[in-house]
């Protein structure tokens, strides 16, 4: 492996609802500073720290937390191309390679530049209604169209690049990153893909009598996912659901950003991971 510039402007984030995190977050900053470099942390939502990151003072983020943190922390850091160093204090952790008791010795192995970067695409959503755009956002793991509270099943037609694919009578419909492939896509039968492929991923949730297949699309195309039905919302990277009137449409396609993640080793670390999960599910059991 080719030695890496090891990172000198270092932030260091936990969740605020993980006490554990945090505590992390504050004693990796102390093992750093005894390394000689002073490390500012805190909350993921700290604005100050937030406008730091914006500003471009840092070279490296490292998040303490479980999956969600480190969306969020890709949301934050993909624009400003900061890479992510997560260390991870959740549940599953897809995205991490790194957990809270390994630490020590991959902050030797980062300060000594014995690493790589992994590159992650991202989707940009944009929310069309009436040919007006209401909202624009990225997504690391997925974009999803969804019923509402109310148990019926929507409608929703599918294109790509203005053609028509198909129409779904179903419980929602997801356009999924390789990142997403191991998340609600997964979940709903899809396809593991390896995740630095720069594919989208159509699945539908729960299809009746309609297609319920997973599509695998190529980077350069747009998703257009329109709703026929009343009762419909809209989640990005599962954040708080927004309402869709019916008619609404939904397009996605490959962002402008790219979410880095610091890895050591071999790329075979995804797999690793991989095994380690679908051969035990750490949910079960688990409280929420």
């Given at each position: 492996m080719t030695s890496a510039v090891p990172p000198s402007r270092i932030v260091v984030v936990g969740h605020p609802r993980l006490a554990e995190s945090l505590s992390d977050a504050a004693?990796?900053?102390?093992?750093l500073a005894e390394r000689?470099?002073?490390?500012?942390?805190?909350?993921?939502?700290?604005?100050?720290?937030?406008?730091?990151?914006?500003?471009?003072?840092?070279d490296?983020?490292?998040?303490?937390?479980?999956?969600?943190?480190?969306?969020?922390?890709?949301?934050?850091?993909?624009?400003?191309?900061?890479?992510?160093?997560?260390?991870?204090?959740?549940?599953?952790?897809?995205?991490?390679?790194?957990?809270?008791?390994?630490?020590q010795n991959m902050l030797t192995q980062l300060l000594a530049g014995e690493y790589w970067v992994e590159h992650r695409m991202m989707l940009r959503a944009e929310h069309i209604r009436a040919g007006e755009r209401l909202g624009s956002w990225q997504a690391l793991n997925d974009v999803v169209v969804g019923r509402g509270p109310n148990m019926r099943p929507i409608h929703v037609t599918a294109s790509v690049d203005g053609q028509y694919l198909t129409k779904?009578?179903?419980?929602?419909?997801?356009?999924?990153?390789?990142?997403g492939s191991t998340a609600y896509a997964l979940a709903c039968g899809g396809p593991i893909l390896p995740p630095e492929l720069r594919n989208i991923l159509l699945i539908p949730i729960a299809p009746h009598l309609s297609f319920d297949r997973a599509i695998v699309l190529s980077e350069g195309v747009t998703v257009s996912m329109t709703i026929l039905s009343d009762n419909g919302i809209l989640s990005v990277d599962g954040q708080t659901p927004l309402g869709m009137d019916e008619h609404d449409r939904v397009d996605v396609h490959a962002?402008?950003?790219?979410?880095?993640?610091?890895?050591?080793?071999?790329?075979?670390?995804?797999?690793?991971n991989l095994t380690e999960h679908m051969n035990q599910n750490t949910l079960i059991g688990l409280p929420r």
């Open positions: 004693q990796i900053a102390a093992s000689g470099l002073e490390a500012p942390h805190g909350s993921l939502y700290d604005e100050k720290l937030r406008k730091r990151v914006h500003a471009g003072e840092f490296l983020l490292i998040a303490v937390g479980g999956d969600g943190t480190m969306l969020r922390a890709g949301h934050l850091c993909a624009p400003n191309n900061i890479p992510i160093l997560g260390i991870n204090r959740g549940r599953l952790g897809f995205l991490f390679q790194v957990d809270q008791g390994g630490w779904f009578v179903c419980d929602g419909l997801i356009a999924a990153t390789a990142s962002g402008e950003n790219t979410v880095k993640f610091i890895r050591f080793g071999d790329p075979g670390y995804f797999y690793r």
